[in-house]
């Protein structure tokens, strides 16, 4: 990643999401944005618990990233100026084709993760604070089980983004929880399919947040708030929309105008 010239208000740093990057979406949505504005964006690509992390020091000028939670947590102190909505797409449970838990075609989640855990079969999470690892989290916790607790025998973590963690499951055929996006994108399934998919609680919201200047006076903030209202406009949004691989749309631009 080339660093940023100092006061260089033509250039930004964006802390980016894997799944962002896995996906194929920052390859036609920054050259485009660029396009229009002449603002480059150097990517910092990292889960969204180490993107946060970036933000809060003020190492980047904004993030782009899926866990709502932590995002107004973030917002409401005071690390943020502004968050908007931007997109979302879903998550999916993939895993063998044989499916040794029976969840094939299940629309609850949390009941597919439980028949996981009762028939103890390989499991494969992310295991790096990133939105990913926090939703598989949340289901996990509203099938009764204690994330904490889960055996090591047969629930392994990668500590690793999205696309190395789907290969370490295609390695072992498991079970692991991944959005439509980077599944899509996805070259190295080998037997695993998906399997669950239309739960409600697998809505993957995406949101854009800058940095607080008063809180990092060094900040690009005049050229990172082009940024966010360039990708909730009508074009940013209509580029998002497009954006397909293999025909299929892997994001769903939601950007709603505040009063």
């Not at 100092?6 to 920054?30: F, M, P, Q, Y």
């Not at 629309?107 to 103890?120: N, P, V």
């Not at 370490?168 to 998906?194: H, I, M, P, R």
């Amino acid at each position: 990643m080339a660093a940023s010239p100092a006061g260089d208000a033509k250039r930004i740093k964006l802390a980016v999401t894997t799944t962002v990057e896995n996906s194929g979406l920052a390859e036609v949505l920054l050259p485009a944005f660029t396009g229009k504005t002449g603002i480059h964006v150097d990517l910092v690509v990292a889960g969204t618990g180490a993107a946060l992390k970036f933000a809060q020091r003020g190492d980047v000028d904004a993030v782009l990233v899926h866990a709502r939670t932590q995002e107004l947590a973030f917002l409401a102190d005071g690390h943020a100026s502004e968050r908007r909505d931007v997109m979302y797409n879903h998550f999916i449970i993939a895993g063998p084709g044989d499916d040794p838990a029976g969840i094939r075609g299940m629309k609850d989640a949390a009941s597919a993760f439980l028949h996981i855990r009762e028939t103890r079969t390989q499991f494969v999470s992310r295991g790096d604070d990133s939105g990913t690892h926090a939703k598989e989290k949340s289901l996990w916790m509203a099938a009764g089980v204690i994330p904490g607790d889960l055996e090591t025998s047969w629930y392994r973590q990668t500590g690793a983004g999205m696309g190395a963690t789907l290969n370490v499951a295609s390695g072992l055929g498991a079970y692991v929880l991944v959005d439509e996006a980077t599944w899509s994108a996805f070259a190295n399934k080998q037997a695993l399919e998906a399997l669950v998919s239309g739960d409600k609680r697998l809505v993957n919201q995406y949101g854009i947040l800058l940095v607080n200047p008063e809180r990092h006076p060094h900040v690009q903030i005049a050229s990172a708030q082009s940024f966010m209202d360039w990708i909730t406009s009508t074009e940013g949004q209509s580029v998002i929309r497009r954006y397909r691989v293999n025909g299929q749309q892997l994001f769903f631009p939601n950007y709603v105008p505040g009063p």
